[in-house]
């Protein structure tokens, strides 16, 4: 059920909660946002706890954001968790069907309506890519196609079971090689590193040096930029279209409460919109947040008609199976 109240949420919860019995949020994250040394959470969590002094964010992080999802839909009703944060596109079909959550008392007008959702809340996206080091690399693929077929550059990628990296590359694969798509894994396959759980095991070794082209997002260069003064990161200039990824915020049936609610609301503040955009390495879902490169970056992929992908869940099984299948051979 939507949360309603005499007393206006939005509006109406800082002076009710000054009175308030504390209320303590736990919020499923994937291990990166919730990071205490790079993290958009821990300080989400700061500003929103000083506007609200009687709601508690705890953070329960897990490896990836299948892996999440797992778990919650692993636990039903049992679950600890009041929110669940960084539920994908790719997901969203299966979550709805899991009748595990309840749309929040959110509104979503200023998000962009291809990323609107009746029962959670868009905060963030990107889109996928591979990412390279230009000092090491001097001429990069051109398409999806020609990565695949390129033996001779390195490549690491995160397992779509557990991670929502690996998910993109699932639907994007499939919709550029089709029916043939289990002979391109096959190929793929030849030049591949590892396959990791999660974001940051993959993105950690291609740093080291372990290989020559890592699945991310198009924000990761964005990062280096911003954050390290490091411009030799790019993203491969493919001349094909891309899938993205859109991260939402779900509110936990039979969890909620005035906190819970305010804290999915919050993700959207200019504030929030802006840490989640340099730390989270996400472009923001609301209008410019004030940093350059990626309100730049949004402008553009808004322009060229970006949209969540909505994969059944039955369609994402099958793809699964046929990827496991295909490296077990």
Known sequence: MRIKSSLTLSFGLMPLLAFAQPQQVNVYS??????????AGPVIKQAFEQKFPQCQ???MPIAG????????RLEGKKTKADVVLGLNSFMIDAAQKSQLFTPPDVAQTHIPKAFQNPTFVAYGFAEYAFIYDKNKLKNPPTSLQDLVNDQAIRVIYEDPR???????????MNKVYGENVAQAWKTL?????TVTKGWSDAYGAFLKGEADAVLSYDTSPLYHAYSEKKFNYAAMPFSNKTVSQ???AGLVKGHESACANEFIGFL???AAQKKIAVSNVMLPVISPVGVPLYDDLKKQVVEKGVKAEHIPASMMKQWVNTWQQTLSE
């Open 189 to 193: 396959a030849k030049h591949t590193v």
């Open 162 to 172: 557990t991670s929502a990296g690996g998910q993109g590359l699932l639907v994007w």
């Open 65 to 72: 954001s299948n892996a999440m999802f797992n778990r919650v």
């Open 57 to 59: 964010i705890h953070y």
């Open 30 to 39: 994937y291990s990166s946002f919730a990071d205490a040394k790079y993290g």
């Open 268 to 270: 959207l503040t200019p």
């Open 246 to 248: 859109v991260e939402y």
